[in-house]
């Protein structure tokens, strides 16, 4: 399992979210 750091997981969430509620509309 890859280590991640703080920074790089507040990065990507936010691009996840995004995704998932652009896969929704």
Do not use: K
Request: aromatic share 0%; hydrophobic share 45%; glycine share 0%.
């Amino acid at each position: 399992m890859p280590r991640t750091t703080l920074n790089e997981v507040l990065e990507v969430t936010p691009l996840q979210a995004s995704e998932a509620s652009t896969l929704a509309l």
